[in-house]
């Protein structure tokens, strides 16, 4: 788990959650954590470890999904010397490590059948059987699961043993995503920002200017914090002017006018071209796509349905801040992107008083 990070944030949904694990975390009792990616489940893990009566003990983390179907049982009860090709000597499991303390298994759900019988009687009877071996080893191991699907749903298709999700969803803490945590993004985007200023070097936090706040309250962040704080950090680094506030964020880093184009095959081109011959320059669906420019940013809000000239031009002042901020306010390649004249540019930017 990423030390140093922190629970941050001020939306009720978010305090909820993390109350419910705080008070589940008094109990010795399995708790299952569900959200998606970036959410912060290990978070809570770790929470769920600290507060509890075990936080001197180990936390012993798995993610199931890491390891093969074949390897996954020997993971998590160990074996004996000579159990399976390769196993040279005897090897503790994760829950023997995790004796008196909390084993965190990341990405339940990807469980085998197998695993997850092995799985049930190791929470039932507190006893797992090393492969290899007849004899039991007790354990006292509290555990805490974490997935990003529904196990509900896996029990009704028929991927998830019914007893077992009984047995482990004592208490289930979800985690809101980012997008319904009202007002969480200034306040992590500050935070994350404040951090990266300090390890570069900055005298002080300029804070987000208008155009990069607007920008991240409208986008749907599906990777959630651990998106927010890549997003946040790449910015700041990016930015040449510590005394300015960081007015351009960038959410796809693979974002770029010279992305290398897959050529389709030689089928899809035929389809494409209606059966007749590519341009011998290759440029076929070229016409019209040279300029153009990814805002997919822009403000979500300046296009609500409404006045049409109102409507319109909040669209288009919305385009024009979001074209300058990327292109760092230099108005002739600002132009280019948009495919305007240095002239038409400057026009629009007085007409929206942008022009500072």
Not at 193 to 201: F, I, K
Request: aromatic letters at 8%.
């Amino acid at each position: 788990m990423e030390r140093g990070i922190q629970f941050i944030g001020q939306s009720s949904a978010f305090l909820d959650a993390v109350e419910r694990a705080s008070r589940a975390a008094q109990l010795n009792r399995p708790v299952l954590v569900i959200g998606e990616r970036g959410t912060g489940k290990e978070l809570i893990a770790e929470r769920l470890h600290r507060l509890s009566t075990r936080w001197d003990g180990p936390l012993v983390t798995m993610n199931c999904a890491a390891l093969p179907e074949t390897l996954i049982e020997a993971e998590l009860f160990g074996h004996e010397a000579g159990a399976f090709t390769g196993a040279t000597r005897a090897r503790e499991g994760r829950f023997e490590e995790a004796h008196g303390g909390t084993l965190f298994l990341d990405e339940l759900g990807t469980l085998s059948m197998g695993a997850q019988e092995r799985l049930l009687r190791a929470v039932e009877y507190g006893e797992v059987t090393r492969i290899g071996s007849s004899k039991p080893v007790r354990v006292d191991v509290r555990i805490v699961g974490a997935t990003n699907e529904s196990l509900p749903d896996m029990v009704e298709r028929g991927r998830f043993r019914a007893d077992l999700l009984d047995r482990l969803s004592f208490e289930v803490v979800t985690l809101p995503p980012l997008r319904v945590r009202e007002g969480d993004i200034g306040v992590l985007s500050d935070y994350f920002g404040r951090r990266m200023a300090t390890e570069l070097g900055w005298e002080g936090w300029p804070s987000f200017g208008p155009v990069a706040r607007r920008a991240m309250e409208n986008y749907s962040w599906p990777g959630n914090v651990r998106e927010l704080r890549n997003v946040v950090e790449r910015a700041v680094y990016r930015w040449n002017d510590p005394a300015q506030p960081v007015d351009y964020v960038q959410f796809d880093p693979f974002e770029s006018p010279w992305t290398p184009i897959a050529m389709p095959s030689s089928a899809a081109r035929e389809t494409e071209s209606g059966g007749g011959d590519v341009p011998a320059n290759g440029n076929a669906s070229d016409n019209g796509a040279r300029h153009s420019t990814d805002f997919s940013a822009i403000n979500e809000a300046a296009i609500k349905v409404g006045d049409f000239k109102a409507t319109t031009e909040a669209f288009e002042k919305a385009l024009l801040e979001q074209a300058l901020a990327q292109h760092r306010y230099n108005q002739r390649q600002t132009a280019k992107a948009l495919n305007l004249s240095y002239d038409q540019l400057r026009h629009s930017l007085k007409k929206h008083d942008l022009l500072g």
